[in-house]
């Protein structure tokens, strides 16, 4: 069973970057790892996955072009380059992690990480 933690998070002004890392411990391969966030007062939404084997990747339309998700096997990290921060972006970014299956299906995430803050100020 994988097990997951975030780090990264931080405050930044629009426009900013930022690189959230996601530390895998446990087997890795065959499982498509997740970012997802949630907002003060919101349901948790998608960001974007990858698939840990073949490095597929999938993103929200709300962060297509802006943020960049990708993988280390060495390191066993999975990190989401965030660029052109804007304040809706704003929001607790938990790394997920969930057993075989499409980049494309973005439910069913069966291990969460705790979260990281991420404040986008205007």
């Known amino acids: 069973q994988v097990q997951v933690a975030e780090s990264g998070g931080g405050l930044v002004q629009a426009g900013g970057s930022l690189r959230l890392s996601c530390a895998a411990s446990g087997r890795t391969l065959g499982y498509v790892m997740g970012w997802f966030r949630q907002a003060p007062g919101k349901e948790r939404e998608f960001v974007a996955t990858i698939d840990w084997s073949f490095g597929s990747t999938y993103y929200s339309e709300s962060v297509k072009g802006r943020f960049t998700i990708s993988r280390d096997n060495a390191e066993k990290t999975v990190y989401l380059q965030m660029n052109n921060l804007k304040s809706e972006d704003t929001a607790v970014y938990y790394c997920?992690?969930?057993?075989?299956?499409?980049?494309?299906?973005?439910?069913?995430?069966?291990?969460w990480g705790q979260g990281t803050q991420v404040t986008v100020s205007s």
């Open positions: 997920a992690a969930k057993r075989g299956g499409s980049v494309a299906n973005t439910v069913d995430f069966d291990t």
